[in-house]
């Protein structure tokens, strides 16, 4: 089955800028999350969704980061302005049916690069 | 708070030689945890996942790890590693009730194999 698709693989913005992230899950997966990996650490969540619903948004920043998953099934990660701490590598993941026996497959990622 | 450290920040063995990577974690509960494995570019792929039953758990290309309640361990081995085992490994901790299995991912291990 084809993995988890996200693009773009490389941005590079200035700050104050906006962008958006995209990603498509395994077809037939109703759990998908986003991360930030920042270079050094590992992933940190930043939403999940189930289906179309956000399940945990608790450390998205909300007065820059938003997501959207419609139709349950595509999402978008918007970053509205950035700023330099925003540079990160952004994961997608997806899970069959989100529970904890589920194993998360993750995209490549997206790198961005905030000047 | 669910937490996971990872104390070696970067290590290089030999090819051929044996290889534990180290991982401890804070959870309240019974955790789940997992080994996942990043190569450069890549997004990360799952190893191996604990949730009960028989403490040593296999996992692919080789891997398996062990958990240890009483030390609050979950130390990833090898009997011998491939010059293709060098990438990025992160151990993560999961927990927090069905539909919110939100995982904790430690700092990473940095693995460098030599000839």
């Known amino acids: 089955e084809a993995g988890v698709a996200q693009s773009p693989r490389y941005k590079i913005i200035e700050k104050r800028q906006s962008v958006a992230f995209w990603c498509n899950p395994i077809s037939g997966h109703a759990t998908l999350y986003w991360y930030q990996q920042i270079l050094g650490q590992g992933p940190k969540l930043l939403i999940q969704?189930?289906?179309?619903?956000?399940?945990?948004d608790s450390q998205l920043p909300k007065d820059r980061f938003s997501a959207e998953r419609l139709k349950g099934v595509d999402s978008t990660l918007k970053i509205q302005p950035a700023k330099l701490e925003d540079s990160a590598v952004y994961l997608c993941?997806?899970?069959?049916?989100?529970?904890?026996?589920?194993?998360?497959?993750f995209g490549p990622g997206t790198r961005l690069t905030v000047l | 708070a669910q937490s996971v450290t990872q104390p070696d920040i970067h290590i290089t063995v030999s090819e051929g030689a044996s290889l534990e990577l180290r991982c401890n974690y804070s959870y309240g509960a019974t955790p789940y945890l997992f080994w996942y494995v990043q190569s450069p570019g890549q997004g990360l792929q799952l190893l191996l996942k604990?949730?009960?039953?028989?403490?040593l758990v296999q996992g692919i290309k080789g891997f398996e790890a062990e958990f240890k309640r009483s030390q609050s361990s979950f130390n990833l081995r090898k009997p011998s590693v491939h010059w293709s085992d060098a990438a990025e490994y992160f151990c993560?901790?999961?927990?927090?009730?069905?539909?919110?299995?939100?995982?904790?991912f430690g700092t990473g291990t940095r693995l460098t194999i030599i000839p």
């Open positions: 969704f189930q289906n179309n619903g956000v399940v945990d």
């Open positions: 993560a901790v999961g927990g927090g009730g069905f539909g919110n299995e939100k995982l904790t």
């Open positions: 993941a997806s899970s069959r049916a989100g529970g904890q026996a589920d194993t998360q497959y």
């Open positions: 604990y949730f009960s039953g028989d403490t």
